[in-house]
């Protein structure tokens, strides 16, 4: 058997920053699902289609050449790891994560993640339908007052100015279409561990998850 530890939670619960930590403690692989949402997102972008071409949206899905190493993505060979971060990229992933056809081609490719020694997965859906046997489950969140300062934050550190009321809007905007969806919607398992770290730091976070993790 190869354990599996499932980290679920809104956009910028800072799942991916406390999941990928886990990972690397642990000495496991790390699949940040969103990037597998993203990547697809991107590659139909600039296909030219839209949420409206779900077939040929989820052709991509299933055809998708994704190579992940440490920190970089490529996709068809080209690194996109920061290109993935982009707002647009973000928000056409939202949107064509809700086509079913669309989520049961990336199915497949995010199994595949799940290799000795071990796997820690970050998405909203990795503890309740891509990996529903976990041998534990986080669902993570933070007030979406926190989430939207930290956004801004991460913007700033990388030279980007931001409205705080406008990051704190569109953050809900994505919570309400994940929550609402018809497939996969955010929701934390029955058997996950909740955890809101809106006052916690990093570290905290981690070892929360560790402490939990070695009992
Ligand atoms: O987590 P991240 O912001 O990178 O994810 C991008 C988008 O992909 C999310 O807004 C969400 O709609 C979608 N997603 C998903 N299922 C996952 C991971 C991400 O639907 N397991």
């Known amino acids: ?21 886990v990972a690397q ?5 790390f699949l940040d699902s969103g990037a597998v949402y ?3 997102a991107l590659a139909a972008m600039r296909a030219g289609l839209t949420p409206a071409d779900e077939h040929a949206v989820a ?3 299933a055809t998708l050449d994704l190579a992940f190493e440490g920190k970089s993505i490529r996709l068809a060979g080209e690194e ?3 290109l993935l971060r982009d707002e647009a990229v973000g928000s056409l992933a939202s949107k064509i994560s809700a086509l079913p056809s669309v989520r049961s081609a990336l199915r497949e490719l995010q199994l595949s993640f799940r290799r000795l020694p071990g796997l820690v997965a970050d998405g909203r859906d990795m503890g309740t339908v891509i990996f529903p046997g976990a041998d534990m489950k986080v669902f993570l969140t933070a007030s979406a007052a926190k989430r939207a300062e930290r ?10 100015s931001s409205n705080i009321d406008d990051l704190r809007a569109d953050l809900e905007a994505r919570d309400q279409r994940d929550q609402n969806r018809a497939v996969a919607p955010l929701k934390p398992a029955p058997d996950a ?10 570290d905290e976070s981690v070892n929360w998850v560790l402490n939990c993790w070695e009992q």
């Open 1 to 21: 058997r190869i354990p599996v530890l499932a980290v679920d939670g809104p956009s910028s619960s800072g799942k991916g920053t406390v999941a990928s930590a």
């Open 80 to 82: 996109v790891a920061e």
């Open 193 to 202: 561990l909740p955890l809101d770290n809106s006052d916690l730091t990093i």
């Open 38 to 40: 993203r990547a697809t």
């Open 151 to 160: 956004r801004h934050k991460q913007l700033i550190s990388k030279g980007i």
């Open 59 to 61: 052709v991509v899905a």
């Open 25 to 29: 403690h642990l000495g496991y692989h």
